[in-house]
């Protein structure tokens, strides 16, 4: 091949990130960062052959920066021997001590399944305890309980196939151009080449709300309301499907008459959702007419106060009309992380067994009679909120975190970060060696962290939004002692007198079990049956191709769609219509907090952005944590457009820089989840969310807490380019304000804002900051002016450099990115790190548009005016969004700005 690599070298793969599970295709090319390129699978259904951003970067993030090489006990290196005599120890006393229930895990739906499964078995058929939960309860839970109140079963019916043959797509709460980009480009192309319609229901606009048919800025947690209203008109409007509804469902009568009572009009509907009648009209009108609608959600639905009755509310419209397990049509979870599926199928959350089945007592004899368990858990554990509550409590005093970083991602974020130092023994299974969760543990006696192999070394299965089960296959090896988090736990399982049990020889045995427990004793019973999968042996395990799910014995190919035969899982195989209760907000605002913040996901960065945080490409796009504010609201709190805002509440607080942005709701402000205390100042925005769940769910609502918001007068502006990353406490010791670190070719650059510091004083800050003394250091600039630049060269070498600017005024630095890995300076060149610009007077490109291509959005604005009137124009003269089209929401805003500026 022309890259030098032979084709038989290269491993197909699946995506690490979002739960649409593309298949990628890692190639070995000496010219990437870490030897392997990331494409995508031509082969793989999710995508053909498409990645997004975050995938097509994968080849930066699998380097050794930051790994997590052997185990630490008590802060001191240690043997995989001793941590894990310390932790069936542990295990074993506490148990001994206090119960079955002081011991707990916290796991993830990023961990594989063959891991889950491991993990589900020794909690609950050998510790004897069902406090196992998962992030997915952060994520997923809302969803998994409307679907089993409404089928009977936690049961996905549809498939992707369904989004390029439907005619009309409805996204409720869901950014899915940012956060499910593979999937929105088959959206877009339906959309495209056969006329389909999308509506996306979201109390901002978002990059998903550019460009489509229909936005309604719903008032947040309004939702199920809007779809009651959608039931009554479905019904005048004579598209109640009664013969499906007679032969196939229950209930339909009572949830009718509540919805009839609550949104019997449209002005009710209207008043109630803060939309215009008109457009509350136009959207009942549109699905009427349109018999293939599929209605996608995700977190805007899940993870409120009301989930699950949004998620009922959902339901019943697709009940009711018969538009469910048919092409084109049918009610769709998306799922966010890769393998959420795959925990709910194992029965990683703390209410449910295990494949698919709940705690009756014939399943709890079932499955305990399957695993030969010693100690069977014999109700339902704790769910995530409820489990660091009783972390906090001294109730669960030994807690294993597989896979997730908790004391950024959960609510009341700084709580649950104490609590973990409470712990009598705390095992954090990590990929790599510093993050919030890994710093919290420090502070408590006990402290045990595993080395865990990370996507490229690790071996198993996930299953994506779609049911598809895909392999994750190794394509590097296990660097330093670093083990699959399966192994580990079977490891202490053996040590705990279960051998036999846990005797799996590799993943391809634990995948064998786990789909001969699910259709153990099933029969059809029970939806998912990976019985075909039962005795597949290891070549066969290695060769999987990605299939569906359920897949009984002796069936060759996955199903599609479920409940095309109208038949659900439920005892009388009927489909259950479910009542929604009142709609209302679990915090209203008031004069202390009197905005509601709403929190979620960026385009480019992966959650607590451990990993995607490695890529400089990745970086690019917005490289700080940042609050969106409406310009009435910005105006009332005396905010400005690139300043500095406080949030704060009785829970927690956090400082971010202000985006003024007409598209965000009046009222509300949205901030990012990504920045935590290891990559930022103070911006973990999770400590800010009040601890409200879901009654029924237990899903904790992320969308809604009151706050307030305040203006933070900044003296000056900052950037610190560098080889090394500054310290932590110097950037504290020197009074940011905010900061946030990201990463670059060839190092780090950290962007900060500092209070006001007299202009004679800047030469010595910088030093500080830089760590070397005068001598060491040339400048530039006159901070008299508001300008000032220093920069350490040692032989030649680009070691750091410091940018400042009297605020509002912010450095550019684009221009010191490849100083850092540029060949020795000499002569005149040794003054670029000085320069305020590069060299040749180009002008500062701005924040990243085209992640794939590097192109910022200075160019792009430029082309616009120079002629450029499309993306497909832009694509051919700049190559921005030719490759993943991550970027091509962004592109068309570009455009519509030039427009209207023109
Ligand atoms: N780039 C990127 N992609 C990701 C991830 C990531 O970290 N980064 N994470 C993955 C994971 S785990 C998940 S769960 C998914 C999440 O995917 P999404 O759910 O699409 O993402 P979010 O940004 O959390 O929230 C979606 C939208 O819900 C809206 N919303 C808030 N309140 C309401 C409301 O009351 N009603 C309605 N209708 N909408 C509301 C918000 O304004 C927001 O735009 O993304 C996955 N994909
Ligand atoms: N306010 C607010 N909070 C939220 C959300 C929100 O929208 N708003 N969203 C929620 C949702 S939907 C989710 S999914 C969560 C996500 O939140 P988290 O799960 O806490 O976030 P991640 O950064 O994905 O954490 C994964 C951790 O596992 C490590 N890791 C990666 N691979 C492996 C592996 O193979 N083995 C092991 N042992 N470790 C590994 C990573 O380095 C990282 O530290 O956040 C939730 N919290
Ligand atoms: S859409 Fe992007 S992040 Fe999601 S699986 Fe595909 S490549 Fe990965
Ligand atoms: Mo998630």
Redesign the pocket.
Known sequence: MADGSTPDMQVRTTCP???VGCGVVMKPDPTAPHGWRAQGDPAHPANFGRLCS?GSALGETIGPEGRLLHPVVDGRRATWDAALDRIAAGFRDTIAQYGPDSVAFYLS?QILTEDYYVANKLAKGFLGTANVDTNSRL?MASSVAGHKRAFGSDTVPGAYEDLDEADLLVL?????A???PILWQRMQANRLRRGARIVV????A?ATTDGIDLHLA?A????ALLFEGLLVHLAEAGRHDRAFVETHTNGLADAFAAAFARAGTIETVAAGTGLKAAEVATFFHLVAETERTVTLY????N??HQGVDKVAAILNVHLATGRIGRPGMGPFS?T??PNAMGGREVGGLANQLAAHMDFTPEAIDRVGRFWGATAMAGKPGLKAVDLFQAVEAGTVRALWIMGTNPAVSLPEADRVRAALGRLDLLVVSEVIGSNDTLGAGLSGPAHVRLPAAAWGEKNGTVTNSERRISRQRPFRPLPGEARPDWWALAEVGRRLGHGQAFAFADAAAVYREHAALSAFENGGARDFDLGAHAHLDRAGYDALEPVQWPLPAGARRGRARLFDDGRFFTPDGRARFQVPGEPALAARPDADAPLLL?T????????TMTRTGLSPTLGRHLPEPFVEVHPADAAWFGLTDGGLARLSNRHGAAVLRVVVAPGQRRGSV?API?WSDDNAGQARIGALVAAVTDPISGQPES??TPVAIAPVAVGFEAVIVGRALPDRRVLDEAGALAWARTTIEDGHAVLAAFPKLAPSDWPAFAQALLGCGADDLSDAGDPAEGLYRAAHVRDGRLIAAIAMTAAPERPGWAHLKPLLGAAPLEGRARRAPLASRAAGGGPDPGSTVCACFGVGRTPIEAAIRTGCRSPEAIGATLKAGTNCGSCLPEIRKLLAAERETA
Request: proline share 4%.
């Open positions: 990130y979002c739960g975050k739906g994520c409720v709460g869901s950014n899915a940012w956060c499910h229901i979201d109390p901002r978002t719903i947040p947690g309004t939702d995700s977190q805007g639905v993870q409120s998306l966010g992380q709403n979620g996901r960026i385009r480019d960065q992966w959650h949205f990504h969308k809604a």
